[in-house]
């Protein structure tokens, strides 16, 4: 089972390291998350550079595809090439998107009346693509999930997690990486997240 961690140059590395490092806690059960770059090498935000471990043809081989987020997600959704490297399929793939990800999904016509969780600088051109945004963390329906705010990417990873391999399995990771004193609770809101959040979640 794998899944895509599509990061783009500008990316934002909260969004892409916190999911893919949440899953890859996953691997011993057959669940693996690869950063999966446009080119070989991207550079973050703050100038972090990363060599991509999957090509973006990886995608349609993905079981699960995140979109990460970044300062350039406009100047990718005007690019009809990179958005040609993107062929999903929500009929069977799970597709999740952080923040300005969410842009990338209006633009592949994957959100329809799905509405969508974002970051307060991301949502004024979201809505303008005619998207619903909710002031929440975590909306999923069926195959396609969003999440608003850098840290709401730990709700994207139980997403996935609970999807691929159970709700034991996400809560086992949320709890292990917790601050110490408070996996239990931490583990719990992010079960209550994707809970809430989802509509027909399994």
């Known amino acids: 089972m794998q899944v895509a961690v599509v990061t783009f140059d500008g990316f934002n590395e909260l969004d892409s390291f916190i999911a893919s490092a949440l899953i890859n806690r996953c691997s011993k059960d057959g669940l693996e998350a690869f950063i999966t ?6 550079m973050s935000m703050n100038g972090v550079e990363v060599t991509g471990q999957r090509p973006m043809e990886f995608v349609t081989e993905a079981e699960v595809v995140l979109i990460g987020s970044g300062v350039k997600t406009r100047d990718v959704v005007a690019d009809d090439r990179l958005i040609s490297l993107l062929p999903l399929d929500p009929s069977r ?30 949502r004024p051109f979201i809505e303008a693509c005619g998207v619903t945004v909710l002031d929440a963390p975590f909306h999923a329906e069926g195959n396609i999930a969003t999440a608003g705010g850098c840290m709401a990417s730990q709700y994207l990873a139980t997403w996935v997690i609970t999807r691929m391999l159970g709700e034991e399995a996400a809560r086992e990771v949320i709890g292990y990486v917790a ?24």
Request: glycine share 12%; with cysteine.
């Open 37 to 42: 770059t446009p080119t070989p090498v991207v």
């Open 93 to 122: 793939q799970l597709v999740g998107a952080q923040c300005s990800g969410a842009l990338v999904l209006a633009r592949l016509g994957l959100l329809g009346g799905i509405p969508a969780c974002t970051d307060i600088k991301s």
């Open 179 to 202: 601050p110490v004193g408070e996996n239990r609770e931490t583990a719990e809101r992010a079960m209550r997240a994707i809970r809430t959040g989802a509509v027909a979640l399994l």
